[in-house]
T-cell receptor, first 116, second 114 residues
Framework: AAGVIQSPRHLIKEKRETATLKCYPIPRHDTVYWYQQGPGQDPQFLISFYEKMQSDKGSIPDRFSAQQFSDYHSELNMSSLELGDSALYFC???????????????FGNGTRLTVT | GENVEQHPSTLSVQEGDSAVIKCTYSDSASNYFPWYKQELGKRPQLIIDIRSNVGEKKDQRIAVTLNKTAKHFSLHITETQPEDSAVYFCAASIRFGGNTPLVFGKGTRLSVIA
């Protein structure tokens, strides 16, 4: 079965540079979630999109922005990178209709961002 | 917002023994409680979930119980095997009639000693 695809798998950037992470959800999934996971930490919710509109916002810094495109893929744009941004960034997708039962979240393999 | 507490943070068991991980949540509106297993450097993988309309769910060696009144839920792994060693995360959210993001517990590092 198709899974959530994230690219790149690894990314090394210097402080103050920018980075773009991409996420391709499972086909027919309409919701994308972005999570940040620091070493030894639990995944922290950043932002989510449902049907190309932002649906929830978590602890996403103002330096970061994201969007979901017409083909449902999503991109997380990170600017003015700081050392503390080094983490695993996971994208998850689900099928979230209005009301009723929504499908479980399935995670991609993540992008490991290292800021030097 | 939702707050999920998870205990213990580390757990070591002998192969073949049982392991129990407990979580509590704060938002009584939460109605969906998944458990994820994460191996080092890999993605969290859903292993079992429970919805608020049931009190217990079992899948082979894994079971989850939910006490809505007390707002806590637990993961039970029986006959543990070395390959069960990983970090386990509980989570909670509103998935019935809503699509709120998952809020994770801090994780439990399970070590199964052969």
């Amino acid at each position: 079965a198709a899974g959530v695809i994230q690219s790149p798998r690894h990314l090394i950037k210097e402080k103050r540079e920018t980075a773009t992470l991409k996420c391709y959800p499972i086909p027919r999934h309409d919701t994308v979630y972005w999570y940040q996971q620091g070493p030894g930490q639990d995944p922290q919710f950043l932002i989510s999109f449902y049907e190309k509109m932002q649906s929830d916002k978590g602890s996403i810094p103002d330096r970061f922005s994201a969007q979901q495109f017409s083909d449902y893929h999503s991109e997380l744009n990170m600017s003015s990178l700081e050392l503390g941004d080094s983490a695993l960034y996971f994208c998850a997708s689900s099928s979230d209709g209005t009301g009723g039962l929504n499908s479980p979240l399935h995670f991609g393999n993540g992008t490991r961002l290292t800021v030097t | 917002g939702e707050n999920v507490e998870q205990h213990p943070s580390t757990l070591s068991v002998q192969e073949g023994d049982s392991a129990v991980i407990k979580c509590t949540y704060s938002d009584s509106a939460s109605n969906y409680f998944p458990w994820y297993k994460q191996e080092l450097g890999k993605r969290p993988q859903l292993i079992i979930d429970i919805r608020s309309n049931v009190g217990e769910k079992k899948d082979q060696r894994i079971a989850v119980t939910l006490n809505k009144t007390a707002k806590h839920f637990s993961l039970h792994i029986t006959e543990t095997q070395p390959e069960d060693s990983a970090v386990y995360f509980c989570a909670a959210s509103i998935r019935f009639g809503g699509n709120t993001p998952l809020v994770f517990g801090k994780g439990t590092r399970l070590s199964v000693i052969a």
